[in-house]
């Protein structure tokens, strides 16, 4: 049992494996997918995502126990454990379009599972799927006609991007759900917590049922989006009321029963994943008749979109009404700090509708502008494209800040200041710079959630 595969080759199935094989040096671990050019590029000097510490893992174990291959047949043959790591996107077509999975991918994995399998295997669910997934794809992979017996596990990934490595080297908890009612859904059970078991301590491997599993995944980001929506909705009373939603988070958070982490207001979230989650688990509680809890959650994506909107409406009527024509520099277009993954990122909605109000745009991200560019392609406008964040502020009447890249912290913000159209304003939707600095150098500062600093 130490031949391990993974169909799926993207910011999970990538960076997991790498880890497993770097902690588990007695299996081989073959990552493919039908991608050619990201295998390629995983087999090269440079890989196709990036991730803090990721390199260094993949280029001690590339080619000793960690193969990037094209060749699905050989990978599923050749071994005893197959991770599913394919993406699962939200339909956007037919019966559920906007909210439901799509599980065609999963769906054409399993076939691929059957059409190439010469003997029994575990199969493990990495990708996240709605509850009870694993019920559809046991009886796709049951359907082979040469009696083959596949054991379905579920063992969804929590990693965050930019901190993938370090989550995955020292996770909080792994789940793993699997059907212990039989011998042999006991020992798959054993088997994938065998693999684990080999750098994270056995009490924080945790075993549940299928559906539990399944279902913990999509509730953990709906928890943590939730978060992020409930401060991001009392941002917006703290700006009528003069409270500080830092100052509220604090104090709020140092209940431990709170808990201060991932209280911090910005622009909303983004990721590939919060929203489509989140739209995901609403209908499944449609699906089985429960339109209340749908609504229910279905309300923190509109917080999101509410957040980006009123974020817009805030520079416009700070900036007389109108932008149009007005040159506005983009401090960040990642959803997060350390990646160049702009997948729903905020920064998206904000330019559009900066867009439509015709003012130009002076793009700078460290690592994104390569997908800014692809995100912003089919909109009509003026943008500017800046590897330096200097030249992007150069004659703009306005800086927005929209991802929280500590790098922005340390700019020469009077040197910045010169180089403006006067008056000349900052609209820091990360509250990343210390307005009072700000302010002192001659900007009008408008943090979010807390008051605005203005010099008229
Ligand atoms: P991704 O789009 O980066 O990668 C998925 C890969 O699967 C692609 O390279 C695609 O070519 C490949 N693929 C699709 N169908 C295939 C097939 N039939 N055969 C072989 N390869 C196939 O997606 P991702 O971000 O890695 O996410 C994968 C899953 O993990 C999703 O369900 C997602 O919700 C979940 N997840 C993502 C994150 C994250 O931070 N991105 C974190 C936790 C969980
Ligand atoms: C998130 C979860 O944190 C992971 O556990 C999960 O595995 C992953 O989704 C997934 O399923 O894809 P990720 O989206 O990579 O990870 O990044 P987060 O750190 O969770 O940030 C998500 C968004 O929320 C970002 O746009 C971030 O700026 C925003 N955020 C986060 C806030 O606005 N405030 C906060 O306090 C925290």
Same mark, same amino acid.
């Given at each position: 049992?130490?031949?391990?595969?993974?169909?799926?080759?993207?910011?999970?199935?990538?960076?997991?494996? *790498?880890?497993?094989? #770097? $902690?588990? /040096?007695? %299996?081989?671990?073959?990552?493919?997918? &039908?991608?050619?050019? !990201?295998?390629? *590029?995983?087999?090269? #000097? $440079?890989? /196709?995502? %990036?991730?803090?510490?990721?390199?260094? &893992?993949?280029?001690? !174990?590339?080619?000793?126990?960690?193969?990037?291959?094209?060749?699905?047949?050989?990978?599923?043959?050749?071994?005893?454990?197959?991770?599913?790591?394919?993406?699962?996107?939200?339909?956007?077509?037919?019966?559920?379009?906007?909210?439901?999975?799509?599980?065609?991918?999963?769906?054409?994995?399993?076939?691929?599972?059957?059409?190439?399998?010469?003997?029994?295997?575990?199969?493990?669910?990495?990708?996240?799927?709605?509850?009870?997934?694993?019920?559809?794809?046991?009886?796709?992979?049951?359907?082979?006609?040469?009696?083959?017996?596949?054991?379905?596990?579920?063992?969804?990934?929590?990693?965050?991007?930019?901190?993938?490595?370090?989550?995955?080297?020292?996770?909080?908890?792994?789940?793993?759900?699997?059907?212990?009612?039989?011998?042999?859904?006991?020992?798959?059970?054993?088997?994938?917590?065998?693999?684990?078991?080999?750098?994270?301590?056995?009490?924080?491997?945790?075993?549940?049922?299928?559906?539990?599993?399944?279902?913990?995944?999509?509730?953990?980001?709906?928890?943590?989006?939730?978060?992020?929506?409930?401060?991001?909705?009392?941002?917006?009373?703290?700006?009528?009321?003069?409270?500080?939603?830092?100052?509220?988070?604090?104090?709020?958070?140092?209940?431990?029963?709170?808990?201060?982490?991932?209280?911090?207001?910005?622009?909303?979230?983004?990721?590939?994943?919060?929203?489509?989650?989140?739209?995901?688990?609403?209908?499944?509680?449609?699906?089985?008749?429960?339109?209340?809890?749908?609504?229910?959650?279905?309300?923190?994506?509109?917080?999101?979109?509410?957040?980006?909107?009123?974020?817009?409406?805030?520079?416009?009527?700070?900036?007389?009404?109108?932008?149009?024509?007005?040159?506005?520099?983009?401090?960040?277009?990642?959803?997060?700090?350390?990646?160049?993954?702009?997948?729903?990122?905020?920064?998206?909605?904000?330019?559009?509708?900066?867009?439509?109000?015709?003012?130009?745009?002076?793009?700078?991200?460290?690592?994104?502008?390569?997908?800014?560019?692809?995100?912003?392609?089919?909109?009509?406008?003026?943008?500017?494209?800046?590897?330096?964040?200097?030249?992007?502020?150069?004659?703009?009447?306005?800086?927005?800040?929209?991802?929280?890249?500590?790098?922005?912290?340390?700019?020469?913000?009077?040197?910045?200041?010169?180089?403006?159209?006067?008056?000349?304003?900052?609209?820091?939707?990360?509250?990343?710079?210390?307005?009072?600095?700000?302010?002192?150098?001659?900007?009008?500062?408008?943090?979010?959630?807390?008051?605005?600093?203005?010099?008229?």
């Amino acid at each position: 049992m130490n031949r391990i595969a993974c169909i799926g080759a993207g910011y999970v199935g990538g960076p997991t494996m *790498a880890v497993i094989a #770097d $902690r588990c /040096p007695q %299996y081989t671990v073959t990552v493919v997918d &039908v991608n050619a050019d !990201r295998i390629a *590029a995983w087999n090269s #000097d $440079r890989l /196709p995502i %990036y991730e803090p510490g990721l390199e260094e &893992v993949v280029f001690r !174990r590339r080619n000793r126990n960690l193969f990037y291959s094209t060749d699905i047949p050989a990978a599923v043959r050749d071994a005893d454990v197959i991770f599913v790591s394919v993406n699962t996107p939200t339909k956007t077509f037919g019966a559920g379009a906007g909210q439901a999975a799509d599980l065609q991918y999963i769906e054409k994995t399993a076939r691929s599972i059957i059409e190439y399998a010469d003997s029994d295997k575990i199969i493990v669910e990495k990708s996240t799927l709605p509850v009870r997934t694993a019920q559809a794809m046991s009886r796709i992979l049951h359907s082979n006609t040469r009696g083959l017996k596949f054991q379905i596990i579920s063992n969804p990934e929590f990693l965050a991007e930019g901190t993938a490595i370090a989550d995955l080297q020292n996770p909080d908890r792994v789940l793993i759900g699997g059907m212990d009612d039989t011998p042999a859904g006991q020992a798959a059970i054993e088997t994938v917590i065998a693999i684990y078991a080999n750098w994270v301590p056995r009490d924080r491997i945790i075993t549940t049922n299928l559906w539990s599993s399944e279902l913990t995944k999509l509730v953990s980001n709906a928890l943590l989006a939730q978060r992020v929506s409930s401060v991001n909705s009392i941002s917006a009373l703290c700006e009528k009321t003069e409270a500080d939603i830092d100052e509220v988070t604090r104090a709020a958070g140092r209940d431990s029963r709170i808990g201060a982490k991932f209280l911090k207001a910005g622009i909303g979230f983004g990721g590939s994943c919060f929203k489509k989650d989140i739209l995901n688990l609403a209908y499944l509680c449609g699906y089985y008749g429960l339109p209340e809890v749908a609504e229910y959650w279905t309300q923190v994506v509109r917080i999101n979109d509410y957040q980006a909107r009123r974020f817009v409406g805030n520079m416009l009527s700070a900036m007389f009404n109108t932008v149009a024509g007005k040159r506005i520099a983009i401090f960040g277009f990642a959803f997060k700090a350390d990646t160049g993954d702009t997948r729903e990122s905020p920064a998206i909605a904000v330019c559009r509708q900066l867009l439509e109000e015709r003012a130009e745009l002076a793009i700078h991200d460290p690592r994104a502008l390569g997908n800014a560019r692809l995100d912003l392609e089919s909109e009509t406008g003026v943008i500017d494209y800046c590897e330096d964040p200097y030249a992007a502020a150069a004659s703009a009447h306005a800086i927005a800040v929209l991802t929280d890249w500590m790098s922005f912290r340390e700019l020469d913000y009077r040197r910045i200041f010169e180089s403006m159209q006067k008056p000349a304003f900052i609209f820091d939707g990360r509250n990343l710079l210390d307005s009072a600095e700000m302010y002192e150098i001659g900007f009008n500062v408008y943090p979010i959630g807390r008051k605005a600093l203005t010099h008229f």
